[in-house]
């Protein structure tokens, strides 16, 4: 009786073992998987125009780095439109003093290079809204990881980092069928 209740015992754990490693290789599998889509979602961001990069650090040119709060320091692009709202620190051409970039604007000479190898996109814009306007640059990642950085005529060379959120499409919602009230 105690060698058939060892043996049942020993089987038990081999089969435990067994499916924890099918388990684990599902869960690797879902992770790729995932992984795949997020990459797709960023490939189709940035090549429709589509896209907010949150903003979490600020790099000073003299060395060092500020946390951002990415809910408050954002570039926006979407299509001709874009948005700038980001912390500035450094030197100033201007009589009056900066201490942020916040600009509603145009996206003009908009310039989209792909690099396949490593599987980034750089993208060179101008940003005008009439009286300002700035220059940006952008290296974007496979995985949404984003390094921009932002000149103009009254503001010194700045750099932030940050990460992609694709925009959702733009699509027209058919109306109800029957009365609307």
Known sequence: MKKILIIITALMVILSCATTKEAKLSRIELRNEKKIVEQ?????????????IKLD??????????????????MIIDG????????????????????????FGKAMNYELTSDLTRGSY???????????????????????????????????????????????????TPLPEGNVI
């Open 40 to 52: 797709a979602l960023i490939k189709n961001a940035v090549e429709s125009r589509r896209f907010i």
């Open 57 to 74: 650090k600020l790099y000073f040119s003299y060395g060092g780095f500020a946390d951002l709060i990415p809910r408050a320091n954002y």
């Open 80 to 103: 001709e439109k874009a948005i700038i709202s980001a912390a500035y620190l450094g030197r100033q051409y201007n009589i009056r003093g900066i201490a942020g970039i916040n600009m």
């Open 122 to 172: 750089d993208i060179k814009m101008k940003v005008n809204n009439g009286n300002t306007s700035f220059d940006v640059y952008l290296r974007i990642s496979k995985n949404g990881f984003c390094s921009a950085s932002v000149s103009g005529l009254k503001i010194d060379y700045i750099r932030y980092s940050g990460h992609i959120v694709a925009m959702k499409d733009k699509t027209n």
